[in-house]
């Protein structure tokens, strides 16, 4: 199963050779990566906008649901904003950039169950890991969307309050 796996990643994966050097590494027998910490520059410093782009969406969605968790119960506790806000973006890019590795494993082998395992249509797993940016563009509208009335007061001085 890894060979097969192996073999059609280096087939459609869109990325650089030291990445398949890492995929080969970290995988394990049935194709899933192992939870081995292997450092990814751009997913680092991206964090999970870069699963996005990736088309990694449940993995990326966990990586923030992850952060937003560890912020809260620093909220919770009554630290700082400027902590927790520092500690989100902190979280968010050492999950990301130390377990991409691992997280893009497991969203392949999703992608390959899903074109056919025996079977696979190279076709339908070249089009499901061609990375996207639209995933981007909607999450950050959706975050403009949700924090625009803390904006419009900030440029507008106008209270939330009233």
């Known amino acids: 199963m890894r060979d097969k796996y192996l073999k059609l990643l ?10 398949m050097e890492v995929f080969e590494e970290i ?3 049935e194709g899933l990566g ?8 751009k997913a680092f410093i ?12 449940l993995e990326a969605f966990s990586v923030l649901v992850i952060s937003l968790m560890i ?13 927790v806000l520092a500690t ?3 979280v968010n890019s050492l999950l990301s950039g130390f377990c991409y590795y691992f997280l893009y494993l497991n969203k392949f082998n999703r992608d390959v169950d899903y074109c ?5 249509d190279i076709e339908c797993l070249k089009k499901r890991v061609k990375p996207k940016i639209s995933y981007v563009i909607i999450a950050v509208i959706v975050i403009i969307a949700l924090i625009w009335p803390w904006l419009f007061a900030l440029i507008t001085g106008y209270s939330l309050k009233t």
């Open 10 to 19: 280096k087939e459609v994966y869109v990325g650089d050779e030291k990445d």
């Open 27 to 29: 995988m394990n027998d």
């Open 34 to 41: 192992k939870c081995k910490p292997k450092f990814n520059l």
């Open 46 to 57: 991206f964090g999970w906008f870069y699963l996005l782009y990736k088309r990694a969406v």
């Open 71 to 83: 912020a809260y119960l620093m909220a919770y506790a009554k630290i700082h904003p400027l902590l």
């Open 88 to 90: 989100i973006i902190i």
């Open 116 to 120: 056919g395992e025996y079977n696979t």
